[in-house]
């Protein structure tokens, strides 16, 4: 007699398998998601609310998500070309003549926000958690693109460099837009009037110059060398075409901007993710508080500029924040603030921090060497 099975098998379907969902989709979704925050955050009144909201979407998914994403490196070289426009188109004779007669303080400033980083550098340095070359290249402010990019050839830790430059992004990235909305009246200030839903460049010349900037200026700036290529060789031709007059409606506004926004959001805020995060557990507090120490003097630094040249605290405040180049200019944009101002700050800071990092980085090794 044969054994009477203890379990009878069960016939039926398969349970279905789940399978993850296409990169295309995925990233359709999320730049979906970040752009329909924006708009909400837009009718809300909120400065630069596409940054700033994509920013913490990024965020929100790269914690919970099950694997870490990486953003797609065609998305975010085209928006750092149309970023690169975008600051290029601002750099007009107008504009540098605007700029020059305050040209000796701002360089002071400059050199001054260059100055309190080493310091916040030496600080984070002396709790032991990182070398000096680690410290001071994730202290530095401004062009955290080419300085991770730079961590290896440095002999510092790529990934610390990396979480010490994208935290400082995030911080100016969500300071700098409240700073407006603090000097605007806080959350009793109305609403603005909506997003602005025009497709731009509407001429057919604008489309195809527009084209040629974000195609040609990433190679111009790699055959000049110049940091962060992607973003300031587009934006040395937007200046080009800008001061020659020759095209005109070249610069993206409307959808395009905002999309452009949305995608330095989502690229900024994906970077933390769980794993990076539980990395870099014990230095969160150390770096958070030499970078907000960091941020507290840049404002001293721009109230000082403030009074001195009779500028207005929130311009001089967005032009003295150490880095953040893409998200302040978003919030300069949106807030109506001194963008020529700002952008030229900016630029000439990011210029000279990526140019003096390599010296600066010989000097501060040996300072904090011989001290410790």
Known sequence: MSPIPTALPVHGPPAPVRRPLHPALRWSALGLGGYLAGLVAALLGVPAPFLLASLLLGVAYAVTARSAPAFPRPAYRLSQALIGVVMGSYL?????????????????????????????????????????RTATLGMAPGGSAAIVATADELAADTRLVAFTQYLRVAVVAVSAPLAVWLSHG?????????PDLHLAPQSPAGVLALLALVLLGPRLGGRLHLPAPALLGPMLLAAAVTCTGLVHGVVPDGILRDLTFTAVGLEVGLRFTRASLVHVRR??????????????????????????????LLDAYLATTPGGINAVLATAVTSHADVPLISSVQSLRLFAVVLATPPLLRLATRILARDG
């Open 92 to 132: 007009a004779p107008a504009s540098m003549r605007q700029v020059a007669p305050e040209i000796l303080p701002l360089l002071l400033v400059t050199a001054g926000t260059v100055v309190v980083s080493l310091g916040g550098a030496y600080l984070l340095a002396r709790t032991g958690l990182v070398n000096h």
């Open 283 to 312: 230095l969160f507090w150390p770096v958070l508080t030499a970078t907000v120490a960091v941020s507290v003097a840049c404002a001293g630094l721009a109230w000082g500029l403030a009074v001195a040249r009779h500028i207005p």
């Open 186 to 194: 806080g959350p009793g200030t109305p609403p603005a009037a909506g």
